[in-house]
Protein backbone atom coordinates (compact mmCIF):
# COMPACT_ATOMS: atom_id res chain seq x y z
CA UNK A 1 0.00 0.00 0.00
CA UNK A 2 2.54 2.26 0.75
CA UNK A 3 4.15 1.94 -2.72
CA UNK A 4 1.07 2.86 -4.50
CA UNK A 5 0.99 5.94 -1.81
CA UNK A 6 4.05 6.68 -3.21
CA UNK A 7 3.52 6.39 -6.65
CA UNK A 8 0.69 8.82 -6.18
CA UNK A 9 2.64 11.52 -4.51
CA UNK A 10 5.38 11.59 -7.16
CA UNK A 11 2.54 12.05 -9.88
CA UNK A 12 0.79 14.48 -8.41
CA UNK A 13 4.22 16.40 -7.35
CA UNK A 14 5.58 15.98 -10.83
CA UNK A 15 1.92 17.31 -12.57
CA UNK A 16 1.85 19.99 -10.21
CA UNK A 17 5.42 21.31 -11.15
CA UNK A 18 5.69 20.34 -14.42
CA UNK A 19 3.98 23.44 -15.29
CA UNK A 20 5.53 26.35 -13.53
CA UNK A 21 8.95 24.88 -14.07
CA UNK A 22 8.19 25.21 -18.20
CA UNK A 23 6.72 28.39 -18.17
CA UNK A 24 8.47 30.94 -20.23
CA UNK A 25 9.35 34.36 -18.41
CA UNK A 26 9.92 37.57 -19.68
CA UNK A 27 13.65 36.93 -19.70
CA UNK A 28 13.96 33.51 -21.04
CA UNK A 29 15.69 33.86 -23.85
CA UNK A 30 18.56 32.19 -23.37
CA UNK A 31 17.16 29.17 -22.21
CA UNK A 32 17.77 27.53 -25.07
CA UNK A 33 21.21 28.67 -25.69
CA UNK A 34 22.20 27.09 -22.35
CA UNK A 35 20.66 23.57 -22.91
CA UNK A 36 22.34 23.67 -26.28
CA UNK A 37 25.87 24.76 -24.39
CA UNK A 38 25.47 22.03 -21.80
CA UNK A 39 23.93 19.25 -24.89
CA UNK A 40 27.47 20.16 -26.30
CA UNK A 41 29.76 20.27 -23.20
CA UNK A 42 27.92 16.20 -22.42
CA UNK A 43 28.23 15.08 -26.24
CA UNK A 44 32.14 16.02 -26.52
CA UNK A 45 32.35 14.48 -23.05
CA UNK A 46 30.26 11.25 -23.65
CA UNK A 47 32.56 11.36 -27.27
CA UNK A 48 35.82 11.92 -25.74
CA UNK A 49 35.10 8.94 -23.27
CA UNK A 50 33.81 6.39 -25.22
CA UNK A 51 36.80 7.29 -27.90
CA UNK A 52 38.98 7.09 -25.19
CA UNK A 53 37.92 3.46 -24.07
CA UNK A 54 37.88 2.17 -27.14
CA UNK A 55 41.36 2.83 -28.18
CA UNK A 56 42.64 1.99 -25.09
CA UNK A 57 40.82 -1.53 -25.70
CA UNK A 58 41.71 -1.72 -29.30
CA UNK A 59 45.25 -1.31 -28.45
CA UNK A 60 45.70 -3.63 -25.21
CA UNK A 61 43.87 -6.31 -27.72
CA UNK A 62 46.09 -5.84 -30.51
CA UNK A 63 49.30 -5.73 -28.18
CA UNK A 64 48.62 -9.03 -26.65
CA UNK A 65 48.12 -10.48 -30.07
CA UNK A 66 51.21 -9.13 -30.92
CA UNK A 67 52.51 -11.02 -28.03
CA UNK A 68 51.27 -14.43 -28.72
CA UNK A 69 52.24 -14.48 -32.07
CA UNK A 70 54.75 -11.97 -32.82
CA UNK A 71 55.45 -12.99 -36.47
CA UNK A 72 51.81 -11.60 -36.95
CA UNK A 73 52.68 -8.35 -35.66
CA UNK A 74 52.85 -6.63 -39.23
CA UNK A 75 49.37 -8.31 -40.01
CA UNK A 76 47.88 -7.05 -36.83
CA UNK A 77 49.71 -3.42 -36.26
CA UNK A 78 48.32 -2.29 -39.68
CA UNK A 79 44.11 -2.77 -39.13
CA UNK A 80 44.95 -1.37 -35.32
CA UNK A 81 46.54 2.06 -36.71
CA UNK A 82 43.51 1.97 -39.36
CA UNK A 83 40.85 1.72 -36.79
CA UNK A 84 42.15 3.84 -34.25
CA UNK A 85 42.36 6.55 -36.90
CA UNK A 86 38.88 6.03 -37.24
CA UNK A 87 37.55 6.06 -33.83
CA UNK A 88 39.86 9.45 -33.28
CA UNK A 89 37.88 10.47 -36.61
CA UNK A 90 34.53 9.75 -34.99
CA UNK A 91 35.85 11.94 -31.41
CA UNK A 92 36.61 14.51 -34.08
CA UNK A 93 33.53 15.11 -35.62
CA UNK A 94 31.55 14.95 -32.42
CA UNK A 95 34.18 17.75 -31.85
CA UNK A 96 32.68 19.93 -34.68
CA UNK A 97 29.36 18.99 -33.62
CA UNK A 98 29.31 20.54 -30.58
CA UNK A 99 31.24 23.60 -31.85
CA UNK A 100 28.30 24.07 -34.63
CA UNK A 101 25.90 23.44 -31.20
CA UNK A 102 27.43 26.07 -29.23
CA UNK A 103 28.10 28.13 -32.66
CA UNK A 104 23.56 28.77 -32.36
CA UNK A 105 23.60 30.44 -29.20
Known sequence: MSKNKLKLASAALTTLTAAPAFAQGAGAEGSAGSAAAIGAAIAIGL????????????AAAALEGISRNPG????????????????ESLVLFAFIIAFLLVGKI
Open 47 to 58: AVLGGGLGQGRA
Open 72 to 87: AAPRIQTPMILGLALI
